[in-house]
Nanobody, 116 residues
Framework: QVQVMESGGGLVQAGGSLRLSCAAS????????MNWYRQAPGKQRELVAQ???????NYADFVKGRFTISRDNAKNTVYLQMNSLKPEDTAVYFC??????????WGQGTQVTVSS
């Protein structure tokens, strides 16, 4: 089994910063990719950022230049540094871990609320 646990959400004013963390544990041989998604009320879940084995990163256009994804391979942990937050960034943020040969695993989500 694989467990995925996010932390770091909260309430912040517009223009502020938050750092999300996501740790994967359990039966993990290797991780192919670690991704952050978000889902706002009434909207579909959308990809925010991803970091692929080897270190390549991809970002959604709406966070480019504001969010940074990074990874600690030794700890099977991924981070999302979110700067210049906007009210439209308010959502539940989910971590998605793609374990090699096992498939994707999801965390329970962490709420990020940005007040105007």
């Amino acid at each position: 089994q694989v467990q995925v646990m996010e932390s770091g959400g909260g309430l912040v004013q517009a223009g502020g910063s938050l750092r999300l963390s996501c740790a994967a544990s359990g039966s993990i041989f290797s991780i192919s990719a670690m991704n952050w998604y978000r889902q706002a009320p009434g909207k579909q879940r959308e990809l925010v950022a991803q970091i692929i084995n080897g270190g390549s990163t991809n970002y959604a256009d709406f966070v480019k230049g504001r969010f940074t994804i990074s990874r600690d391979n030794a700890k099977n942990t991924v981070y999302l540094q979110m700067n210049s937050l906007k009210p439209e960034d308010t959502a539940v943020y989910f971590c998605n871990v793609v374990v090699t040969f096992r498939g994707p695993y999801w965390g329970q989500g962490t709420q990020v609320t940005v007040s105007s």
